[in-house]
């Protein structure tokens, strides 16, 4: 399974995805200064990362390659619920596993619904219930 790919830094839009020192994140905002007398235009990139909701920021040339991680969104469906945790079970590979379940999707998360969970790294995180 491919974990990240690669792309130039001038490609990238708000709302994409990045990597930044090693962390998965959403393109919040980008400023890029004008090339000067000797150099390339460089880029000012913040994000917000996925996982801990932390501002990270990146500052590169406009012409490097920077690194884009492969975030995968799942279907799953919830069998159970124990407080904030989520017994669910995944659509695609049937696969089951416990994931922790956001305050503001407590209400309507209950056994027999899907939800849909983004994949990136290794790391699972819950997004909505459908």
């Known amino acids: 399974?491919?974990?990240k790919t690669f792309c130039s830094a001038k490609e990238l839009k708000e709302g994409r995805y990045l990597l930044i020192d090693g962390i998965p994140c959403r393109i919040v905002e980008i400023e890029s200064s004008k090339p000067?007398?000797?150099g390339s235009a460089k880029m000012r990139i913040t994000g917000i990362g996925v996982f801990d909701s932390q501002k990270k920021i990146c500052l590169s040339p406009s012409d490097?390659?920077?690194e884009v991680p492969v975030i995968e969104r799942r279907?799953?469906?919830?069998l159970?619920?124990?407080g904030n945790i989520a017994s669910v079970m995944d659509s695609?590979?049937?696969e089951t596993y416990d994931i922790d379940v956001p305050e503001e999707h407590l209400k309507n998360a209950e056994?027999?619904?899907e939800a849909e969970i983004l994949v990136c790294m290794g790391r699972k995180k819950f997004e909505r219930v459908r």
């Open 111 to 113: 056994a027999g619904k």
């Open 92 to 94: 695609q590979t049937y």
């Open 64 to 66: 490097a390659d920077v």
């Open 36 to 38: 000067g007398k000797h």
């Open 75 to 78: 279907t799953v469906q919830i």
């Open 80 to 82: 159970s619920m124990s």
């Open 1 to 3: 399974m491919v974990e």
